[in-house]
């Protein structure tokens, strides 16, 4: 199942592939901020929104 992460603030995917990688995995890649927006990267199970395809 394909896995995106996309940024809350601006909408830029920051990942977007079917291996399943952990929030903080793709967090630390980009530095806890996104290349986009600047804006701070951080991990809300809250907001997490799963769709089938």
Do not use: R, T
């Amino acid at each position: 199942m394909p896995q995106k992460v996309i940024c809350d603030n601006c909408g830029k995917v920051l990942y977007d592939h079917s291996d399943l990688k952990s929030p903080a995995d793709i967090i630390k890649k980009f530095e806890g901020l996104c290349p986009q927006c600047g804006n701070k990267l951080i991990f809300d199970p809250e907001k997490i929104e799963i769709k089938s395809l």
